[in-house]
């Protein structure tokens, strides 16, 4: 049986990571901090605590677990890719989890080594901000890259914005909390924002598929194969919820008189945000339909209460905004 650790593997992506590497199979140590609730107490996940920076826990872990593959979830600064690959070089896959972030140009879609990657400078690799986060992301590209030419095994994957069961973010999580609730809800401008999401189960499969089809050196997107439009979700969710909603789409004025700007809602995105997924789709990947993916999601969003109401516009101001663009 083959050997898996999955830096950072509690939370989110990786929890689901976890759990698609074990069902293929595995047999999977997680990495974490343990400064949250283990989901993996009752099954044969092993666990290793300490903190992902030190390069003697990574050196720790790679004695303990001698795995066959590595994929870092959590590697949000250059100098972990770099300290990764250099302990991890002689694996047979090591999987960066990078973003579509780290595009620095808008083109539709974007493609891996055509499209170009942000630059990053010395400074905004070490700075942990939401402004950095894309170049920080693309030099950790360049760190696999780098370590490819240096004969590891090393490989990119770039989801977009990843929703799912157990998305802490709850960006997603509000526009379903809006559908569940209320009939009529306010999207910004005309409601055509396109931002690609992924499911975050895809992003998964693709970190597995990628790790045993990969190509050493290379970036793979991933993304739902279908990318709707702001709009197109809440129908989505609607027939979720087999309910009926009306949209009201506010203008940039309107939204302006009432203190709000279009990225004040969640996924929104004034310019089409689309990575192009057929370099992954050439290993055997695929996405999970729209209905399915969203039928999970909301479940769990439901049963646990995310509701994402503080990532977005409260309701006083969307009635407000609602009751003056349809008097």
């Known amino acids: 049986m083959d050997s898996v650790l999955v830096i950072g593997g509690g939370r989110f992506i990786g929890r689901h990571t976890v759990t698609e590497f074990r069902d293929a199979g595995y047999d999977v140590t997680m990495l974490t901090r343990g400064q949250r609730q283990n989901p993996f107490?009752?099954?044969?996940?092993?666990?290793?605590?300490?903190?992902?920076?030190?390069?003697?826990?990574?050196?720790?872990?790679?004695?303990?677990?001698?795995?066959?593959?590595?994929?870092?979830c959590v590697a949000y600064f250059p100098e972990d890719v770099?300290?990764?690959t250099d302990v991890f070089a002689d694996v047979d896959a090591y999987v960066y989890i990078s973003s579509g972030a780290?595009?620095?140009?808008?083109?539709?879609?974007?493609?891996?080594?055509?499209t170009p990657l942000a630059g990053c400078t010395a400074e905004q690799a070490t700075t942990d901000s939401a402004e950095t986060y894309g170049p920080r992301k693309a030099e950790g590209d360049r760190e696999v890259f780098a370590a490819a030419e240096d004969g590891v095994r090393a490989m990119s994957v770039r989801p977009t914005v990843v929703y799912g069961p157990h998305d802490y973010?709850?960006?997603?999580?509000?526009?379903v909390d809006?559908?569940?609730?209320?009939?009529?809800?306010?999207?910004?401008?005309?409601?055509l924002s396109l931002w690609q999401m992924a499911y975050v189960e895809d992003v998964a499969s693709a970190l597995r598929l990628v790790a045993e089809r990969g190509t050493a050196g290379e970036a793979y997107n991933v993304g739902d194969e279908h990318a709707p439009t702001l709009r197109e979700w809440i129908g989505l969710l609607a027939g979720v919820h087999e309910t009926e909603v009306e949209t009201i789409g506010v203008g940039e004025r309107e939204l302006g008189?009432?203190?709000?700007?279009p990225d004040d809602f969640p996924i929104y995105r004034e310019s089409p945000h689309l990575?192009?997924?057929?370099?992954?789709?050439?290993?055997?990947?695929?996405?999970?339909?729209?209905?399915?993916?969203?039928?999970?999601?909301?479940?769990?969003h439901r049963e646990n209460d995310r509701t994402g109401r503080e990532f977005g516009p409260d309701r006083d101001t969307e009635t407000a905004l609602i009751d003056r663009v349809t008097e």
């Open 41 to 72: 107490t009752d099954t044969d996940v092993a666990h290793i605590e300490g903190d992902r920076t030190d390069r003697e826990t990574l050196e720790t872990a790679r004695e303990r677990v001698d795995p066959d593959v590595v994929v870092d």
């Open 82 to 84: 770099r300290v990764a």
């Open 102 to 114: 780290a595009y620095g140009a808008e083109r539709t879609p974007k493609r891996e080594g055509e």
């Open 169 to 175: 973010t709850e960006r997603f999580a509000y526009w």
């Open 178 to 191: 809006r559908v569940a609730e209320y009939d009529r809800i306010v999207v910004p401008s005309d409601g």
């Open 257 to 261: 008189a009432a203190g709000l700007e």
């Open 275 to 300: 990575l192009s997924t057929a370099k992954l789709r050439e290993l055997g990947w695929s996405s999970t339909p729209h209905e399915t993916a969203l039928a999970v999601t909301v479940a769990e």
